[in-house]
């Protein structure tokens, strides 16, 4: 996967900061400047920057620059004065133009492998506080003439009006995302950060959903539809949102529906656990129950931690050779 760096350095100390994010959007550069001031613990007297558009909107005479308005927004809410290298003079800001390079040759090779974010930014970090041990003594000098950094961080986010469609979607850069039932038709505000879109009713979250850099998916949260379910119990057969779910979910389904037609109600029992437990809790559920017979109770003791003993489905064949077993047996039955 190809990831993008942000890189912020001093100049007298020269201690860097770098963060990779999916992209370079505005989102991003808002973000890279909330992580760096908290990494140094403190406000830049001014930042030299080049003209990418996520800062400029018009070249104008001279030094002189129109700002992108969130960025003017940023300078406003940390209080630093922003500087321009002229157009095609990279050269002028050669210190964090080397530290792309510097980052990926000293940090970043042999190309390492990561299974989250959070792995490649630790490892980035650790590597940034060696390079900040290298300059300690400057880096001391240097700390105490930053500004002290404001109470709350900068919103690094997008607002954007969004309408919730039939199915309680809302589209956010060429993806969906679900929102709770309740809310169809409705105009809510989507606010889109590097990491994450939250969507607002008002004043309130109604829901969040892990930020998709792909298009056309549909990213859906199952108890955004589960009074959809409770009003449509057979869709629990063949709703995207229930496939969704991990495969022992699936599993369970085919099991429920195939012992008599009416299963699929008994299934949504065990989809409305979601409600007081999570999705990992009741996935850990089912695997340690297997194919034992299930219900919704029996789940429900075995996340609360009540000592079940799961019933496992067997087939027994028992012979009868004398007609007189087969009453003793009924008996036993009985």
């Not at 990926?104 to 930014?121: G, H, I, M, Y």
């Amino acid at each position: 996967m190809k990831v993008l760096l942000f890189c912020m350095r001093l100049k007298h100390s020269s201690v860097p900061f770098v963060i990779a994010f999916p992209t370079q959007r505005l989102e991003a550069f808002l973000e890279g400047h909330n992580r760096a001031f908290a990494y140094f613990g403190g406000v830049c007297k001014e930042g030299l920057y080049d003209n990418a558009s996520t800062q400029v909107v018009k070249i104008l005479e001279g030094p002189e620059r129109e700002e992108h308005t969130w960025f003017s927004s940023l300078r406003a809410h940390y209080l630093f004065n922003s500087l321009f290298a002229r157009p095609g003079r990279g050269n002028e800001k050669g210190s964090v133009e080397s530290l792309v390079k510097y980052v990926r040759k000293r940090a970043l090779v042999p190309v390492p492998s990561f299974q989250t974010w959070d792995e490649l930014n630790a490892h980035l970090l650790s590597w940034c506080q060696k390079e900040k041990e290298k300059h300690m003594d400057q880096w001391l000098e240097e700390q105490k003439a930053l500004r002290p950094l404001p109470v709350t961080s900068f919103s690094a986010a997008r607002p954007k009006p969004v309408k919730v469609d039939s199915y309680a979607l809302v589209t956010v850069d060429r993806n969906k995302y679900s929102v709770p039932c309740q809310y169809t038709g409705q105009v809510l505000l989507a606010k889109a950060y590097v990491d994450r879109v939250d969507i607002i009713h008002l004043s309130q979250i109604v829901a969040t959903h892990p930020r998709c850099y792909a298009r056309g998916e549909a990213i859906l949260e199952i108890l955004h539809y589960l009074p959809v379910l409770q009003h449509k119990p057979h869709a629990v057969t063949h709703a995207k949102v229930v496939r969704q779910l991990p495969a022992v979910f699936g599993r369970l389904r085919e099991r429920m529906v195939g012992v008599h037609s009416r299963g699929y109600k008994d299934f949504l029992e065990v989809l409305l656990l979601l409600r007081d437990y999570s999705v990992a809790e009741l996935t850990t559920a089912l695997e340690l129950l297997g194919e034992s017979t299930i219900t919704a109770d029996t789940i429900r003791q075995i996340v609360s931690g009540d000592n079940v003993q799961p019933q496992v489905y067997s087939e027994a064949i028992t012979t009868i050779d004398d007609a007189t077993k087969y009453d003793q047996l009924l008996a036993e039955v009985i």
